[in-house]
Antibody, heavy 121, light 110 residues
Framework: EVQLLESGGGLVQPGGSLRLSCAGS????????MIWVRQAPGKGLEWVST????????YYADSVKGRFTISRDNSRNIVFLQMTSLRAEDTAVYYC??????????????WGQGTRVTVSS | QSALTQPASVSGSPGQSITISCTGS?????????VSWYQQHPGKAPKLMIY???IRPSGVSNRFSGSKSGNTASLTISGLQAEDEADYYC??????????FGGGTKLTVL
């Protein structure tokens, strides 16, 4: 059974940093692209970042480019999202998503339950 | 990275069919057959319902179907059931190797 378990969310002040983690199990982790998607309170889904299976290629939404860094450790089946210079508008539930493919991210077939990030003073 | 355009809400009675549209551009929906659809019930994580425009993952009811014409993709739900009431989001791969979601559509089963 595929499982994605996010951790690392919490309350942080504007300008602060957080690192989200997502541990995957039940599938061959290195064979799939991994994605972070967020959802602000009462709002829709927003793609944040993608890392392809090998970890060599990463992509970011304009709203987080230069502030967030995605990475993965295929030896430990974990994907990370390092978030810096956090703003109030980054407040959201962050979902870790497994894609159906490795070399391109086109459809998330498994989603974690999400971890809440609140940026507030 | 402008969001794809979806109607804010649609409704239908049990047993009826509804269609949700998702309009993008020639750089996303119109360029690739990489449109997917997600169902989200309140307080829950989204669930993949359709991928690659019209393919249903294992376990998804055949009442759900997808299509695409030009820059617009569509999700059709036939034989509406009360459990279908949820928010629905489309998503597309883009020419800049990014992803873009639609704004979401709230489906109400009357």
């Amino acid at each position: 059974e595929v499982q994605l378990l996010e951790s690392g969310g919490g309350l942080v002040q504007p300008g602060g940093s957080l690192r989200l983690s997502c541990a995957g199990s039940g599938f061959i982790f290195r064979m799939y692209a991994m994605i972070w998607v967020r959802q602000a309170p009462g709002k829709g889904l927003e793609w944040v970042s993608t890392v392809l299976g090998s970890g060599d290629s990463t992509y970011y939404a304009d709203s987080v480019k230069g502030r967030f860094t995605i990475s993965r450790d295929n030896s430990r089946n974990i994907v990370f999202l390092q978030m810096t210079s956090l703003r109030a508008e980054d407040t959201a539930v962050y979902y870790c998503v497994k894609d159906r493919r490795s070399t391109i991210a086109v459809a998330g077939d498994y989603w974690g339950q999400g971890t809440r990030v609140t940026v507030s003073s | 990275q402008s969001a794809l355009t979806q109607p804010a809400s649609v409704s239908g009675s049990p047993g009826q069919s509804i269609t949700i549209s998702c309009t993008g551009s020639s750089s996303d929906v119109g360029f690739y057959d990489y449109v997917s659809w997600y169902q989200q019930h309140p307080g829950k994580a989204p669930k993949l319902m359709i991928y690659d425009v019209n393919i249903r993952p294992s376990g998804v009811s055949n009442r759900f179907s997808g299509s695409k014409s030009g820059n617009t993709a569509s999700l059709t739900i036939s034989g509406l059931q009360a459990e279908d009431e949820a928010d629905y989001y489309c998503r597309s791969f883009t020419r800049s190797n990014s992803q873009v979601f639609g704004g979401g559509t709230k489906l109400t089963v009357l």
